[in-house]
């Protein structure tokens, strides 16, 4: 039986999150079970809940948004070159994300793509930063944004494979945040014995934890100038690309968004908007079907230009961004509550090119699909891991055959 005083310390956790309702359950769990949702309602602050329920009925307002048109081609680079020789490029990798959809139960960065050779995509990323690396004094640095669903697994793969070449000083690993789900009233939920059902808050803390976690002093102080952001899921994802640090250089821009050009109006992407020549990301999830296939006069999709999630941003814009807080979205996903099995539960997520409204001189850098965007999505069809391969290959062969 759990003490009096640990029931009526967890009441008063509950009451202000209107969660006495958890009390019933809580009445048939282990001491330490309820010690440990103790320590977990411990974390959150008083109005965390009243704001994920308020950011249940924010509707996104879009209709003052317009397609983003204004896109450079990349062209050779000098100043990218330099400031990567100079050390005063660095990357993050996000790779909080699970590879349930494609029917796998490790993290992402783990799906072996290649499995006969057994290369993962995490390894194919620090490979190409361990190819810049090679002949620098001061090899680039990365981190590694897991989430504490994968944070070991993926610790445990790097200590193993050696860093994948990388030096040991070079490779950071550091996890996200979480939050809590929400049920379809609106209440928070127990997963299993003592835990509040969890998951990955969304790839746009990622600033914060730089910051917070002493990653952004730590490169300050070594030189670093310009951070690039790219995704796990996509092999063709380049951690250091001369073209897009070029660029931001040259135009003293806060970011420089990768970009493609859309060919399919249900293809799930999120699409560059202006508003007040400010540059915004619609996401998919977010965009009315008739705006996804408006098309213009010619024929053309009305928006034409895809967020690929690879952003170069100057350290000062990273430095002003940390401290913003970033809407959050919602999507819903099946869950697993405990003694119910699965429900349809609320996700809140902050997204990454939220920052983007901020940043002042945005560029749009262009990019053919078939050198840049090979993301890893399903299981078959469209974006699986035979396609992602073929690209990736097909890529590889045309850098072999193609005149230096
Ligand atoms: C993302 C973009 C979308 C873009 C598309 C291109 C976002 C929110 N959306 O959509 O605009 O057109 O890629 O393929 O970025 N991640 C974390 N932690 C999280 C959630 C995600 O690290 O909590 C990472 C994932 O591992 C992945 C990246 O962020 O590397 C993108 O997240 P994902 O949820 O896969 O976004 P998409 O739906 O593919």
């Not at 790839?203 to 952001?229: D, Q, R, S």
Request: net charge neutral.
């Amino acid at each position: 039986m759990p003490s009096q005083k640990l029931l009526k310390d967890l009441r008063a956790l509950l009451e202000p999150f209107d969660h006495l309702h958890l009390l019933q359950e809580v009445a048939s769990l282990e001491i330490e079970e309820i010690k440990q949702l103790h320590h977990q309602l411990k974390d959150y602050s008083g109005d965390l809940l009243f704001r994920q329920r308020q950011a249940l009925s924010v509707k996104r307002e879009t209709q003052d948004l317009r397609p983003w048109l204004d896109v450079s081609i990349p062209l050779p680079s000098e100043k990218g070159e330099a400031a990567i020789f100079d050390g005063k490029v660095a990357s993050v990798i996000l790779a909080g994300g699970q590879g349930t959809r494609l029917g796998w139960s490790g993290p992402k960065a783990l799906y072996p793509i290649f499995p006969e050779q057994n290369i993962t995509l995490l390894q194919i990323l620090l490979q190409k930063v361990g190819h810049v690396s090679r002949g620098k004094a001061k090899a680039p640095p990365v981190a590694v944004m897991t989430s504490p669903l994968n944070h070991q697994a993926i610790a445990k793969y790097v200590a193993h494979e050696d860093g994948c070449g990388l030096k040991q000083e070079q490779l950071i690993l550091f996890p996200q945040k979480m939050l809590p789900l929400l049920d379809e009233q609106g209440n928070w939920f127990l997963e299993k014995p003592g835990q509040i059902c969890m998951g990955p808050n969304g790839n746009g803390g990622v600033f914060n934890l730089l910051m917070t976690l002493g990653i952004f002093e730590k490169w300050k102080k070594a030189g670093i100038e310009y951070v690039t952001v790219v995704p796990i899921e996509n092999p063709l994802a380049e951690p250091f690309d001369l073209k897009q640090i070029d660029l931001l250089v040259k135009a003293k821009a806060d970011v420089v968004a990768k970009c493609i050009e859309r060919i399919q109006p249900d293809e799930k992407v999120g699409v560059f908007a202006k508003q007040e020549g400010r540059l915004h990301v619609v996401e998919y999830s977010e965009m009315a079907e008739q705006e996804k296939c408006a098309l213009d006069a010619d024929g053309r999709l009305v928006w034409p230009y895809a967020n690929i999630g690879q952003f170069a941003f100057s350290m000062d814009f990273i430095e002003r961004m940390a401290t913003v807080p970033l809407p959050w979205h919602i999507a819903r996903k099946t869950a697993n509550a405990w003694g119910k099995g699965e429900i349809s539960a609320i996700k809140c997520e902050t997204f990454l090119f939220d920052v983007l409204p901020y940043a002042k001189n945005p560029k749009l850098l262009l990019y053919p699909r078939e050198i840049s965007h090979a993301p890893l999505k399903n299981q078959s069809g469209d974006k699986s891991p035979e396609m992602v391969r073929a690209q990736y290959m097909h890529y590889h062969k045309s850098m072999i055959n193609s005149p230096s």
